[in-house]
């Protein structure tokens, strides 16, 4: 099974590229029909999270997605599923 996979870790500090990075993946998962996606903020402070989150609340996307789930062993990481 295909997962596609997003490490933040070298764009942390980017707004624009994080954004970019997060609407790339979005739309490789649609167009490859990929059920699930990992995106991985880090632990850091948790700004990082919270802005992933942040984008992944908008009602424009939020529409394209299932759900999402944190990592319960994991804090930096977390997974969201699309429902084809």
């Given amino acids: ?8 870790h070298d764009i942390f ?3 624009e590229r994080i954004e ?3 609407n790339r993946l979005m739309d490789e998962a649609e167009e490859k029909k ?4 990992e995106i991985i903020p880090g632990k850091g402070s948790g700004q990082l999270k919270k ?6 609340e908008r009602p424009e996307i939020k529409r394209r997605y299932h759900r999402i789930d944190k990592d319960s062993r994991n804090f930096g990481r977390m997974f ?3 429902r084809y």
């Fill in 1 to 8: 099974m295909a997962k596609l996979k997003l490490d933040l």
């Fill in 13 to 15: 500090n980017q707004g």
């Fill in 20 to 22: 970019a990075a997060l």
């Fill in 34 to 37: 990929i059920k699930t996606v």
């Fill in 51 to 56: 802005r992933v989150l942040k984008f992944l």
């Fill in 80 to 82: 969201v599923h699309f």
